[in-house]
C-alpha cells in the first residue's frame, strides 16, 4: 500500500532529520525582533505537535487569528496547523490549508533557509495527506533553494529520493538523488555524523526492492555503523538490521 509506506517511512525518516537542525534559520538572520519571535513561537509550535497535538492546534489557530503577523510567521504557524491535525486524525481539515500555505512559501518574505525548512515540512504533510505529485513539485522547489546550505541540501535531496522510490514506486529513478545525498555526507568538514545514515539506509532499501545484493549490504552495513554511533537513533538501527536480515 503506497500511502502506508509513505506515511510509515518518509516522514519518520525525513522529519527526523528536520527536527535535529530545526530552529536554525530564525537565528542569526536580519529579520527583526519581532518576526523572529513570532518564528520561535512557531517553531516551538512544531516541537510539540506529536506529543500535544490538541494544544499546537489550539496554539497555532490563536496566532494565526492575529492580524499584526508577518506572512513569514503565518507560513510556519500554518505549517504547524497542518502537521498537528494531521497527527489528529483530522486529514480533511489539514488539506484544506494547503493551497493559502503554499501561497505563503512562495510569497512571504523570509530567510531562505526558513522557506527551504517549511517546503520540506509541507512536502511531508502533503505526501501523507496522498498529495504525492503535488509534493514532488515542492521538493523540487526546496532542493533547487538547498544548494548554500548542506543540510537542508542533503535534507531535500533525502525527500525527493524518498519522494520516488516510496510514493512514486520508482526505486530506479530514486537512485541518482541517494548518490547526491551520499556524495554530499562525505564533505561535511567534520566528517559525517550519524544521521546520514538516512541516505545510506534508504538508498540500500531501494536497490534491495530492485533484487540487488551486494549494493544494499554494502550501503546498509555503514547506515549501521552510523546509526549506531547515536542512541537516538535506536529506532533507524533497528530498521536498518532488519533489512540487512532479508539479504
Not at 502506508?4 to 532529520?17: G, I, N
Not at 480533511?92 to 493551497?99: D, E, F, K, R, Y
Not at 525527500?159 to 520508482?170: F, P, S
Amino acid at each position: 500500500n503506497t500511502a502506508l509506506q509513505v506515511r510509515s517511512l518518509l516522514p519518520f525518516l525525513l522529519f527526523a532529520a528536520l527536527l535535529m537542525t530545526a530552529s536554525v534559520p530564525a537565528q542569526g538572520q536580519a529579520t527583526g525582533a519581532r518576526q523572529q519571535q513570532e518564528i520561535a513561537q512557531g517553531e516551538q509550535c512544531l516541537q510539540h505537535m506529536e506529543r500535544d497535538p490538541a494544544g499546537s492546534i489550539a496554539r497555532a489557530r490563536r496566532l494565526l487569528a492575529r492580524d499584526d503577523a508577518s506572512d513569514a510567521a503565518r507560513a510556519v504557524w500554518t505549517v504547524c496547523l497542518v502537521r498537528s491535525l494531521l497527527v489528529s486524525g483530522e486529514g480533511g481539515t489539514a488539506a484544506a490549508q494547503v493551497p493559502a500555505l503554499l501561497d505563503l512559501l512562495d510569497s512571504a518574505q523570509m530567510p531562505p533557509e526558513l522557506r527551504i525548512e517549511m517546503r520540506l515540512f509541507t512536502a511531508t504533510a502533503m505526501q501523507e495527506l496522498g498529495l504525492v505529485r503535488q509534493a514532488g513539485q515542492v521538493l523540487e522547489a526546496a532542493l533547487a533553494e538547498s544548494g548554500p546550505y548542506t543540510n537542508l541540501h542533503l535534507q531535500a535531496l533525502v525527500g525527493m529520493a524518498l519522494h520516488h522510490a516510496r510514493g512514486m514506486r520508482d526505486p530506479a529513478a530514486a537512485e541518482p538523488y541517494f548518490r547526491r545525498a551520499i556524495a554530499v555526507t562525505g564533505k561535511r568538514p567534520g566528517g559525517r555524523l550519524p544521521v546520514d545514515a538516512i541516505p545510506y539506509f534508504n538508498y540500500g532499501l531501494a536497490t534491495l526492492e530492485q533484487g540487488r545484493v551486494d549494493d544494499p549490504e554494502a550501503l546498509l552495513q555503514q547506515a549501521r555503523a552510523l546509526a549506531h554511533r547515536d542512541a537516538h537513533l535506536e529506532r533507524l538501527s533497528g530498521r536498518i538490521d532488519g533489512s540487512l536480515a532479508r539479504i
